[in-house]
């Protein structure tokens, strides 16, 4: 899948079509915490400087400001596919910038994804290449609504993440990728992951372990097994860090079958299979990585200008080749949420935690911040996207 000059070129008149479709790409244009000298309030700790380009001047030396008390700052969390359901939206139609920002993505899709997320049907919008640009564009709506009900969480955010694809909305807020062109790679990432689910029979298992569960261990096994029945290299490996002692492993549907006929014994106090097409986040991607990656190289990415994390090692991003690397990566690697959350959220103690927003359907990353950290979580709200609390 090429993006080609016409395509982009479309993609950047229907967002232009649209107003531009500022769904808050420009935040932290006009960031208190982004002007001379100042670096995302100090909290996080800020990324490396670009360098000087070259023949410039020597810059005089910053003035330090003050560091912000973290208390009067905002963490955006972003869900990943699986968060997904049908009727999400509906509460955010009346949001400026939200209509403009379902129809720039009927240009970009080639369906109508606004009625497919209010209506379903559900079996659809549970498709792959359906439900991550349906969560991606959700999202950032949810956005739309947050700063419209409370913008200075907006303009106090210092720092944001994404759930595996909630990664690509994190970047377009952060100001580092352009809606449109984001929504496009979005796509493509979904058909390349799609067709590579239907290679193999493949899946998720979300595992809820006991302390002396050894996951990597039972993924060994898996992998033995599945060499007994005659299958050559095997796959079955942990996807998804979520929390202490839960994670998803992901691989061939023989191994997971293998892992919950012997849950008991490897230690597993639940299992449950995931509503998912694939083996996400393993070398079973590998076949996706290509086309997001030559759909990367011709989008334009900026360096995020708030401190946004990576899934592949939890750590932020630094500039644009960083970015278009791990995003790519982040195909056939685990998701590393539980490491993420940390990062973020690591302080001394006595020290006052943010405020963070998850901003889109559901509210699975809420769940795994109160498992991972209680005292961040006591300042954790959810943006709702139906109608019921209006």
């Known amino acids: 899948v090429h993006l080609t000059v016409m395509v982009l070129m479309a993609v ?51 003035q330090r400001r003050p560091k912000k008390d973290p208390s009067g700052c905002s963490v955006l969390l972003f869900p ?18 939200v209509k ?55 303009e106090m955010c210092v720092a944001a993440a994404g759930f595996s694809v909630g990664e690509f909305a994190a970047l377009v807020f952060s100001g580092a990728m352009n809606f449109a062109e984001a929504l496009y790679a979005v796509k493509v990432r979904a058909e390349t992951m799609q067709k590579a689910s239907e ?57 997971l079958d293998f892992l919950q006929e012997n849950s008991r ?18 070398e079973l991607m590998a076949s996706a990585t290509e086309p997001l990656r030559e759909v990367l190289r011709q989008v334009e990415v900026r360096r995020p200008e708030i401190s946004v994390y990576s899934n592949v090692d939890g750590k932020r991003y630094m500039n644009e080749s960083h970015v278009r690397r791990q995003l790519v990566k982040q195909l056939v690697s685990p998701v590393k949420w539980e490491q993420t959350l940390h990062e973020i959220y690591e302080r001394t103690q006595g020290q006052h935690f943010p405020h963070t927003y998850e901003v889109g359907p559901g509210r699975q990353l809420g769940a795994t911040l109160q498992k991972c950290n209680r005292k961040a979580y006591q300042t ?5 996207v139906t109608a019921y609390e209006d």
């Open 100 to 154: 403009e920002m379902f129809t720039v993505a009927q240009k970009i899709l080639g369906y109508d994804l606004l009625s497919l997320c209010l209506e379903g049907p559900e079996d659809e919008l549970q498709k792959t290449v359906h439900c991550q640009p349906a969560v991606f564009v959700t999202s950032l709506a949810a956005v739309e609504r947050l700063n419209q009900e409370n913008p200075k969480a907006i």
């Open 199 to 255: 290679l193999v029979p493949s899946g998720m298992l979300s595992v809820i372990g006991r302390p002396q569960a050894q996951y990597n261990y039972a993924c060994l096994q898996a992998k033995e097994h599945c060499k007994s029945l005659g299958m050559e290299n095997p796959v079955c490996s942990v996807a998804n860090y979520l929390f202490p002692d839960g994670r998803v492993i992901a691989g061939h549907q023989q191994a």
């Open 80 to 97: 990943g596919q699986g968060s997904q359901f049908v009727g999400m939206g509906r509460g955010l139609l009346k949001y400026p910038n």
């Open 12 to 62: 950047r008149m229907a967002a232009s079509s649209r107003g531009k479709v500022r769904s808050l790409v420009s935040l932290s244009r006009t960031l208190s915490t982004n002007k001379p000298g100042s670096t995302a309030g100090d909290y996080p700790p800020p990324a490396e400087a670009p360098a000087s380009p070259p023949n410039s001047e020597p810059a005089a030396a910053p």
């Open 380 to 384: 954790y709200a959810h943006v709702e």
């Open 265 to 282: 014994r490897l230690k597993f106090m639940r299992t449950k299979t995931l509503p998912v097409s694939g083996a996400f986040h393993t």
